[in-house]
């Protein structure tokens, strides 16, 4: 798989939502209240005649994020996924992530950083010793070049005095 595109995301998610309500045991009534669309919009999503909206897909990734579904097709952080998307290129310590145990390569670490590359989607990001995400891109020179500069910048050194922990 190359980038994904928004409208590939879009897609994958439409076609799985019938499934995501299931695995939350999750009436039709109660998926549409819970997402704020109208059960005859869900319903016209569960069969294919319609796609989500990009606003939906994004709620369902965030409220769904620990769907075994959408971590099948997605990825071990489908809202990482939306927000790499949406910010194209993001920096600074995120979002504690898990560390990257199933559905990421690790492609190469140094220090208290790794590159991981994600199975599914081939996005890339940065994490450091506390699983914390610094940068995500679908950009291999991007995420290279900050990569580097984390490296000679000696950022993992100062984040951790500002947290007390050296």
């Known amino acids: 798989m190359g980038i994904l595109t928004q ?23 109660k998926m549409a209240e819970v997402l704020g669309i109208s059960k005859k919009t869900l319903i016209q999503i569960e069969k294919e005649r319609n796609e989500a909206s990009w ?7 965030g409220l769904f994020r620990e769907s075994e579904i959408l ?6 952080e489908p809202i990482e996924l939306v927000e790499t998307l949406v910010f194209k290129s993001m920096s600074t310590p995120k979002n504690l992530t898990g560390g990257g145990k199933v559905f990421w390569k690790d492609i190469k ?9 994600n199975i ?13 995400r610094w940068y ?13 500069e984390l490296l000679e910048g000696g950022k993992d050194n100062e984040e951790e005095t500002e947290q007390g922990i050296l």
């Open 109 to 117: 670490a140094q220090g208290r950083f790794k590159v991981q590359k």
């Open 71 to 76: 971590k099948m097709v997605l990825g071990e």
């Open 55 to 61: 606003t939906l897909v994004i709620a369902v990734c």
């Open 7 to 29: 409208e590939e995301l879009i897609s994958i998610v439409s076609k799985k939502l019938r499934l995501i309500r299931s695995e939350y045991n999750f009436s039709q009534d």
């Open 136 to 148: 995500s891109s679908f950009d291999k020179e991007y995420i290279s070049e900050k990569f580097e």
């Open 120 to 132: 599914i989607s081939s996005h890339y990001r940065i994490i450091d010793g506390n699983n914390r």
